[in-house]
């Protein structure tokens, strides 16, 4: 596996499920990211993590959870969810978020297409 | 605060034909600036990056952007489009540490 990698692709889930999303980096990065995609809006950046510390949260939903375990790991743990949470989740890395221009340029994942019935 | 407005939502085209996607930012703090490129059911490419030197950025695909410091753009070019370019293109600025995109523009070639 290359890149960022992201599992499920496509995921279904009612109101009162509880789910994961799957992140994995092979680029030896430090930091990582969740966006959401909804369609007609800009990307929204959820979560960022810099060496497994969550460094920012933009007033994210508590019912999103994210988990970074290790640098190459990050998890999203969903759970009672509503409509309008259906998007594209994205997951990026970087290789820092300080330390010069060539540190900000991400890498993004295919992403999962979440719907919540 | 740092904000970036593309000003076309969508742009058709004939294939062959010139594109030009523009991208205006706004920001008190030298950025550094990037074109991605989506295509259906993908995530986001990089296509391009301004970070210092040449205002003329080239990129994958026969793409390239200029950094226009006085009139705080960074239009994305193309001289000749063709079908496979059919895909949302995202201008983003970095003042540092986190990515600030613009609200994306749609790309559609024609035959």
């Known amino acids: 596996e290359t890149g960022v990698t992201q599992t499920p692709r496509h995921l279904v889930m009612g109101m009162t499920n509880k789910k994961s999303l799957k992140c994995e980096q092979h680029?030896?990065?430090?930091?990582m990211y969740w966006y959401k995609q909804s369609a007609k809006k800009p990307l929204e950046l959820m979560f960022v993590y810099n060496f497994k510390e969550q460094t920012e949260n933009n007033s994210v939903p508590s019912r999103f959870s994210p988990e970074c375990p290790n640098s190459s790991h990050l998890f999203l743990h969903l759970h009672t969810l509503q409509p309008e949470d259906s998007a594209l989740y994205l997951c990026?890395?970087?290789?820092?978020?300080?330390?010069?221009?060539?540190?900000?340029?991400?890498?993004f994942g295919p992403g999962t297409r979440l719907t919540v019935t | 605060a740092q904000s970036v407005t593309q000003l076309d939502s969508q742009v058709p085209v004939f294939e062959e034909a010139p594109v030009e996607l523009r991208c205006n930012y706004s920001?008190?703090?030298?950025?550094?600036l990037f074109w991605y490129v989506q295509y259906p059911n993908q995530g986001l490419q990089l296509l391009l990056k301004?970070?210092?030197?040449?205002?003329l950025v080239k990129g994958i695909n026969g793409f390239e952007a200029e950094f226009n410091k006085s009139q705080t753009s960074f239009h994305l070019r193309k001289p000749s489009v063709h079908i496979s370019d059919t895909a949302e293109y995202f201008c983003?600025?970095?003042?540092?540490?986190?990515?600030?995109f613009g609200q994306g523009t749609e790309l559609s070639v024609k035959p």
């Open positions: 680029l030896g990065h430090n930091a």
């Open positions: 301004y970070l210092s030197g040449s205002t």
């Open positions: 990026a890395s970087s290789q820092g978020t300080s330390g010069g221009a060539n540190f900000y340029e991400q890498y």
């Open positions: 920001s008190s703090v030298s950025v550094y």
């Open positions: 983003a600025v970095s003042p540092g540490g986190k990515l600030i």
